[in-house]
């Protein structure tokens, strides 16, 4: 049985892997008009705040995404092995 098979684990957590990729995007983007916003000297408590929410959930986000992908490549490597 392959890792990537349609009842595998990996391919059943794939659509929730992209779905990540979509949301770090959109928390970026966020981020980044939240330190504009910053470096146009309108700072508040509440942009601050924001801002370094976004990039905390971005960056787990990303964490979260490589290693999916670093677990995905070592089943990959070792079934290759295998076979």
């Not at 980044?32 to 470096?39: A, P």
Request: one cysteine or more; charged letters at 10%.
């Amino acid at each position: 049985k392959s890792w990537f098979h349609k009842r595998s684990f990996l391919a059943s957590v794939s659509p929730l892997v992209i779905s990540f990729c979509i949301i770090t995007g959109v928390l970026d983007v966020l981020e980044n008009i939240g330190m504009l916003v910053s470096l146009h000297r309108y700072i508040q408590t509440w942009v601050i705040y924001s801002t370094f929410i976004c990039a905390l959930l971005k960056w787990m986000l990303v964490g979260l995404i490589l290693l999916y992908l670093g677990s995905a490549l070592t089943m990959k490597l070792c079934l290759k092995k295998i076979n």
